[in-house]
């Protein structure tokens, strides 16, 4: 089987801040290019919004009472002018049609409320429902997905892209509906007004519309690569924070600020081209519609002189001139945030469209209870999908019967780990079948295979979360006693009652606030709260101190009785003990038997003892 993820185009985005340095601008239209120049994106969005009929129709409502108050407003000057100042107008009528202006304007402030509201409701909303649905199906996708993308490239589009979406959702959908329905709404009342004026106006909307369609365009791609350019200062950002220690060990701030700086300059540029561009958009939409309304007005200016039309009329007829000018001057703007929206969508759509590689088959077989624990590798072939022109492992063969401990030496690369990252089925191998108690995990549901391993890595993987929290991660279900009884049981428990707040003390970002014994122990703990009957250890001691290394292997030995286990060790002197050890050098078994057997020969296993032991003895 294939394990292989698809080339295709839109995923090269992913893992951009690989690119060499001082690389080109990128063109930002490598991704969805058949989407470059339309707000099909934003389709998503729509759909997501349409979850919430409620607070949809209620939005429209108040955009629609908003729309024909700000319309009102006109016709109540109308009347005030025509009527209220007309000759023999006395102040109770001035003050009639002041009440009625002072009406509507309380009418929109309610509307304007009412859609503030629901707007910014379904905005957020939105944005939690896209984060979660992109948060989900991430946590589907296997691990080679995040060897080719970026995991901070991945985290920056869940929070500039989505608040991106939330702007768009709970402001520029709006504005561009109320500016749409006031500049529909004014047109009609114009020309209910004079129709001969606004005949004049009505031609220069396609002085509007040309340039919007031509900037748009353009703009569109300008956005798209700003976006990824905020993306890179994103992740960049989180690279050099997380490595700190190493960046001022090596006296690197300089050259981590000059490389920050031509990141932001980079940014800044593409931002520069986004801007000149709405800039020009808005200067000649501007230019011809307040243009075209200062010659109408003239005209209609020299018709009251004449006395065809009321001072009322082209009173009216300015301020609702000015206002469809500012709906199509302001949909100008609206239509480029609207581009952005889509870029941002788009982004987010790719997160949303990907599938796992590994996933459960339509029909799973179901794996033997009680849990045997053995384990069979045959004839397995892998490559990795970074790298699938070398081997990891070559037409390897391995059987690991219940309760057996075996440990796997070797040089680095020679694929030990791979062996791991298989057993769970993280990746699917090209060719040769692995099994579980019998059954090929291509056939499983891969949760199932998971729940019958505990892995305690080379480092001891903590969360940004409490004692607590991180110990039951191998047993979500675990009560208090049992998290105490694993911790006494991985030498943990001495510490985790000096903490400030015992199992409540926070841990600090990946468990920073403990030292790396202390963090390898919780791992272990961990492992047992799963009680899984398939132990994998990677490295387990190979960085501790010797005291460190005495506790915690004192714990493993707790943890591997009644186990099948698989170590992976440097340091021979911590598989001495196993039942059988396994050589490998270049993805293949070179050698095996017993420590005894190994050390008596002349192959590979013979020279590593000979060079540690000789190393330590001396």
């Not at 300008?222 to 990824?228: A, G, I, L």
């Not at 063969?397 to 219940?402: A, D, F, R, T």
């Not at 030496?409 to 062996?419: D, N």
């Amino acid at each position: 089987m294939d394990a292989t993820p698809r080339k295709i185009s839109r995923k090269r985005r992913f893992g951009r801040g690989s690119r060499a340095e001082g690389a080109g601008p990128d063109t930002g239209t490598d991704i969805g290019t058949g989407e470059a120049r339309s707000l099909k994106p934003l389709r998503m969005v729509y759909s997501a919004v349409a979850n919430y009929p409620g607070y949809l129709a209620l939005a429209g409502l108040a955009l629609i009472i908003t729309a024909a108050a700000t319309l009102a407003i006109p016709a109540g000057f109308k009347m005030v002018i025509d009527r209220g100042f007309s000759a023999g107008g006395n102040a109770d009528d001035i003050g009639r049609w002041f009440r009625y202006l002072l009406m509507i304007v309380a009418v929109l402030a309610a509307g304007t409320a009412m859609r503030f509201y629901f707007v910014s409701w379904l905005g957020e909303r939105v944005v939690a429902d896209i984060r979660l649905r992109v948060h989900r199906n991430l946590l589907r996708l296997a691990p080679a997905f995040y060897e080719e993308n970026s995991p901070k490239e991945i985290s920056s589009r869940m929070t500039s892209d989505t608040a991106l979406i939330e702007q768009v959702v709970g402001t520029t959908v709006s504005v561009a509906l109320r500016n749409l329905l006031m500049a529909i709404g004014g047109t009609i009342y114009l020309f209910y007004l004079v129709p001969g004026l606004t005949i004049g106006l009505v031609l220069i909307i396609p002085a509007i519309v040309i340039p919007i369609t031509y900037f748009g365009r353009r703009l569109r791609t300008v956005s798209r690569t700003s976006q990824d350019r905020v993306a890179d200062i994103g992740a960049m950002v989180t690279e050099v924070l997380s490595a700190m220690k190493i960046v001022q060990g090596f006296n690197q701030e300089k050259r981590e600020a000059d490389r920050f700086q031509e990141a932001v300059e980079r940014t800044f540029g593409v931002a520069r081209r986004r801007i000149l561009i709405r800039a020009a958009m808005t200067a000649i939409v501007i230019l011809f519609v307040f243009g075209g309304i200062t010659i109408l007005v003239w005209r209609g200016a020299t018709a009251v002189s004449e006395g065809t039309i009321t001072g009322g009329t082209i009173a009216a007829f300015v301020l609702t001139a000015g206002l469809v000018a500012g709906a199509f001057g302001s949909l100008t703007e609206v239509y480029g945030d609207l581009l952005r929206g889509a870029g941002a969508a788009s982004r987010l759509g790719e997160l949303l469209e990907e599938t796992p590689d590994i996933a459960p088959p339509a029909r799973p077989q179901s794996l033997p209870v009680p849990p045997r624990g053995s384990l069979s590798f045959r004839n397995v072939t892998f490559r990795y999908p970074t790298r699938p022109d070398v081997a990891a492992l070559k037409d390897f063969s391995l059987e690991v019967e219940p309760g057996e401990t075996v440990a796997i030496v070797g040089p680095s690369g020679a694929g030990k780990s791979t062996i791991f990252q298989l057993a769970e089925r993280f990746y699917d191998p090209q060719a040769g079948t692995i099994r579980l108690d019998g059954v090929a995990l291509t056939s499983a549901d891969p949760a199932d295979i998971r729940d019958r391993i505990a892995m305690v890595p080379q480092d001891g993987v903590l969360f940004s979360a409490n004692a607590r929290d991180n110990l039951r991660y191998g047993n979500w279900a675990a009560s208090d006693e049992q998290i105490w009884d694993a911790a006494r049981a991985a030498n943990a428990a001495d510490f985790l009652e000096r903490l400030p707040d015992g199992l409540d003390t926070y841990l600090g970002e990946n468990g920073t606030r403990l030292s790396g014994g202390q963090q390898q122990r919780l791992a272990i703990a961990r492992a047992l709260l799963r009680d899984a009957p398939i132990l994998l250890l990677d490295e387990a001691t190979s960085a501790l101190d010797a005291e460190s290394e005495r506790l915690v292997q004192d714990a493993l030995e707790r943890l591997m009785q009644d186990r099948t286990t698989l170590v992976i060790a440097h340091r021979l002197a911590t598989v001495r003990a196993a039942d059988r050890i396994v050589v490998m050098e270049d993805g293949a078994i070179v050698e095996q038997g017993t420590h005894a057997q190994l050390s008596s020969g002349e192959g590979l296993y013979a020279r590593l003892a000979t060079l540690q032991f000789g190393l330590e003895s001396a």
